[in-house]
């Protein structure tokens, strides 16, 4: 297993809502990715964080939005769901400069909006 | 056309059969590239990195064209357990930089 773990596994949510995924990285991991994966698609890079700024952002809207914390774990924000955004959503952390840009996955948020 | 584009699938094959996955990718900036593995409904795991002198881990042999922009993977004496989804993904650059994922390619093994 990587040590990557995400909370919660599963989640309904009604269109129009919010919601908060939390993800917390790595022992020695200092940066932490967000990617959505649809149904039948590869991950797709949301954001990253390192030492807790905004470290590069994928073509998403501004309703997404993440946080870092000072032990690096991190949340992924969504307003206004829409139908579209169910998905699994993967956190990934990583070292710096470590492993030539390998990254290591959670396990997931299945997120259904209804 | 996608950064990182990979054949369709999906690939139906006997066991012990040597099963060959193919990649392009178009940033020729790209800086480090590997093959991930997810199972169904799980996350991607670290399959192996992608160097141009070609690397091997056990009956798995991965190959960098950086002049074609080609990635390969080649899987020998295929295995019931490969059974995946085989993902291409390269860094764009930058030892923090982000994922490009392609879409992936399905392989089954049957006995």
């Known amino acids: 297993e990587t040590g990557v773990t995400q909370s919660p596994t599963h989640l309904i949510k009604t269109r129009g809502q919010q919601v908060t995924l939390r993800c917390s990285s790595q022992?020695?991991?200092?940066?932490v990715s967000w990617y959505q994966q649809a149904l039948g698609q590869g991950p797709q890079f949301i954001f990253q964080?390192?030492?807790?700024?905004?470290?590069g952002r994928g073509n998403f809207p501004p309703r997404f939005s993440g946080l870092q914390f000072p032990n690096y774990s991190s949340e992924l924000n969504v307003n206004a769901l829409e139908l579209d955004d169910s998905a699994l959503y993967l956190c990934?952390?990583?070292?710096?400069?470590?492993?030539?840009?390998?990254?290591?996955f959670g396990p997931g948020t299945r997120l259904t909006v209804t | 056309r996608k950064e990182v584009e990979q054949d369709p699938g999906p690939f139906n094959v006997p066991e012990g059969a040597t099963v060959a996955f193919n990649c392009t990718y178009s940033n020729s900036a790209s800086q480090s590239f590997f093959w991930y593995r997810q199972d169904c409904r799980k996350e991607p795991k670290l399959l192996m990195s992608?160097?141009?002198s070609g690397n091997e881990d056990g009956r798995f042999t991965a190959q960098l064209n950086r002049a074609s922009q080609y990635i390969s993977l080649l899987i020998r004496d295929s295995k019931l357990s490969d059974s995946a989804t085989y993902l291409c993904?390269?860094?764009?650059?930058?030892?923090?930089?982000?994922?490009?994922f392609g879409k992936g390619t399905k392989l089954s093994v049957k006995p």
């Open positions: 992608v160097y141009s």
């Open positions: 022992s020695g991991h200092n940066t």
């Open positions: 993904v390269v860094n764009r650059g930058g030892s923090q930089g982000n994922l490009i």
């Open positions: 964080y390192y030492r807790e700024e905004e470290n």
């Open positions: 990934a952390s990583s070292s710096p400069g470590g492993g030539n840009g390998e990254q290591y």
